[in-house]
């Protein structure tokens, strides 16, 4: 280590000042402040003014705007530090629309951050295991945050991705006695030439199958993100996300998806500003926004998008978060039955638009006005636009705003906005199916989830059941399993079994590298996997996930040995379905007697926790699986925690 490292290079270190004057003027104090006041209120005022804000305006109303911005953004866009990814590259920019917005509408602006990682960036690696932990762990900061400045009038909250937004809904859905925007920081878009990024995070299972070069690999990886910020350009859980937290009616109506750093993007922030002054001024609270049928209408819109299978995972939480019922298996299955998908999108089909044609094709409203016609809605829900939806969809239909940004889809990319978000009518015509299934059966005796949708229409009977028996090959890490698809030890017709990746092993780890794998491969149609994991819902076989219990927690699924015989039967018409093990060796039998063989057997040899799991996320799991488990959202239920322990 050389001196001048210890030292310091520069002269101008010497040159410095051991006192300042400090700002000028008064802090607008009252003897009555004076003898009532908290002195934190007091010292918030020194605070402010040191910082530089004129002293003569403190006496303004104050409102906080949170976060998930990540890197160090020079003003040209350069990077001087990277971000983890684009969906928080940009978000800064809307946090200084919406600071001068609130200072053009005479109130003080706060800002403060805690940003999110990238599952995409984690893939793969012992990163994950932090992924779904890193939520609440950031929807507690945030909650933190708000209360930390007591004086705040209302707050807005600005992300993008796939933690950092349900953990800023679910910080928002807990301040029920405060006014709550929701800024969702939009999406990429697509590269004018190349793919997108779904299909590059399959470059390595890709080219290990000799389906692409190593130039074209390198040429596609460089080029998938078409601009500099916003979430993925498919609707993945960054986007659904989005797309539920309008649906909520959290967020100003047609703001979900919108391209990130053009002029409309930025204007939601501004706009987001004025409705925050402006529910202030009304005494709106998100208790009167967030309620139950509030919650039924994500659900409903989430079916209509159909949207990631993680929501499941993230809608029970908000919910809980705003002190609502969580939603069950039976509502998910109720709402599924019901409302039929409309979107055509990256990654379901049937034509792979990108995300920002769903925006331009009218977006959640537009979705909004069929659900409303099949009185799938309830419309009398307010909204932080301080309509109800009844008035907000009222306006959609009518406005300037709906036209123009339809003329546009046409003109530049040469779509129909009616082939992008389609009418009930057509969507049936289309051959478009409901969102997600739940089958049991002896191997997920509490259920699972499998994304009907991305089965691949050739491997579903006429009836519309697909049905698929064959040997299991029992992985207990995805770093195995994915050497297994790359390295050709997978073949058409097997069905993979990955277990001990539930929250008690990796921390419930998204698993999109296989399914995703298998959705560019030719021959993954024919293979099915079965995980306690968890994906994002691209696959193209049958994907099922969510097992419950997880094997670690004595589910049945971690008592599978290779070579066991497997049933998978998944109804895509009235969303039930079956996973059962049906025989080992050359016997089989019945999924009774399934059950039997399977409770009598020792866990799989091999299962155990991931050796890396971290003990934050150890302490996350327990927590969690106290509080409900997966299907009640992953959350942290003070009450159901403090009685466990209690009982100990």
């Known amino acids: 280590m050389s001196d001048e490292l210890l030292s310091g290079r520069s002269p101008d270190i010497y040159n410095l000042i051991t006192k300042a004057p400090g700002p000028a003027g008064q802090l607008p104090l009252t003897e009555q402040m004076l003898r009532e006041s908290p002195s934190g209120d007091i010292f918030g005022w020194t605070q402010n003014a040191g910082m530089g804000w004129n002293p003569r305006e403190l006496g303004r109303k104050q409102f906080l705007i949170l976060s998930t911005q990540g890197g160090l953004r020079a003003p040209n866009g350069e990077p001087i530090a990277l971000g983890y990814h684009t969906g928080h590259w940009e978000i800064g920019l809307l946090v200084q629309a919406a600071a001068q917005e609130f200072r053009n509408l005479k109130t003080i602006p706060f800002a403060a951050y805690c940003s999110d990682p990238c599952d995409g960036r984690t893939q793969g690696t012992v990163g994950m295991f932090d992924s779904l932990p890193y939520r609440n762990d950031a929807a507690q900061v945030f909650r933190r945050l708000i209360r930390s400045l007591p004086t705040r009038s209302g707050v807005i909250g600005i992300a993008t991705c796939d933690k950092g937004l349900p953990a800023m809904m679910m910080a928002l859905a807990s301040m029920r006695d405060l006014p709550c925007v929701l800024v969702p920081g939009g999406v990429t878009l697509p590269p004018a030439e190349g793919e997108d990024t779904a299909k590059v995070q399959t470059l390595g299972a890709r080219f290990a199958h000799g389906q692409i070069s190593l130039a074209e690999a390198s040429e596609a990886g460089c080029r998938a993100c078409g601009s500099p910020g916003g979430g993925c350009q498919f609707l993945g859980t960054a986007a659904t996300s989005q797309v539920v937290g309008e649906a909520l009616g959290l967020s100003l109506p047609h703001s ?45 819109v989430h079916a209509a998008f159909g949207g990631s ?9 908000v919910a809980h978060a705003a002190k609502l019922r969580r939603p069950a298996v039976e509502d998910w299955i109720g709402i599924n039955r019901k ?145 297994a698809i790359k390295s050709g030890v997978i073949h058409s017709g097997d069905i993979m079994v990955l277990i001990g990746c539930g929250p008690m092993g990796t921390g419930m780890e998204e698993t999109y590298q296989l399914t995703s794998s298998l959705k560019y491969l030719p021959f993954g149609k024919e293979v099915a996997l079965i995980t306690d994991a968890r994906f994002s819902g691209v696959s193209t076989g049958a994907c099922i996930g969510h097992v419950g219990p997880e094997a670690l927690a004595g589910g049945p699924i971690g008592n599978l040995r290779d070579g066991d015989r497997i049933r998978i039967i998944v109804d895509r018409n009235n969303l039930g379905g079956s996973v059962d093990f049906i025989g080992e060796n050359t016997t089989t039998f019945s999924a009774e007697r399934g059950a039997e063989i399977l409770a009598s057997r020792s866990p799989y040899p091999l299962l155990s926790p991931n050796a890396a799991l971290p003990d934050d996320t150890r302490l996350w799991a327990a927590l969690q699986q106290v509080s409900g488990g997966t299907w009640g959202g992953c959350v942290f239920d003070p009450e159901s925690i403090l009685a466990a322990i209690c009982r100990k």
């Open 256 to 300: 979900a998806l919108a391209p990130s750093g053009q002029p409309v993007w930025t204007d939601l922030a501004v706009r987001s500003a004025r409705a925050a002054v402006e529910l202030e001024g009304r005494k709106i609270t998100t208790r009167q926004i967030l309620t139950d049928a509030s919650v039924r209408n994500a659900m409903a």
């Open 309 to 317: 299978t993680n929501l499941l995972l993230h809608i029970p939480a």
């Open 339 to 483: 409302v039929p998908r409309l979107v055509s999108v990256l990654p379901n089909g049937p034509v792979h638009h990108p995300t920002i044609r769903a925006f331009l094709a009218g977006g959640v409203p537009e979705v909004m006005l069929h659900l409303r016609e099949l009185n799938l809605l309830d419309t009398s829900v307010l909204t932080v636009s301080g309509r109800t939806l009844a008035q907000v969809l009222d306006w959609w239909a009518k406005s300037e705003r709906r036209q123009r940004f339809k003329d546009i889809l046409l003109r530049e990319d040469g779509v129909s906005p009616d082939d992008v978000i389609m009418s009930p009518s057509q969507a049936r015509a289309r051959g478009l199916t409901s969102t997600v299934a739940f089958p049991r059966g002896n191997i997920a005796p509490e259920g699972s989830v499998i994304k009907a949708t991305s089965i691949d229409p050739s491997v579903v009977d006429r009836d519309g059941v697909y049905r698929k028996e064959g040997p299991a090959k029992v992985f207990v890490s995805e770093k195995d399993a994915i050497a």
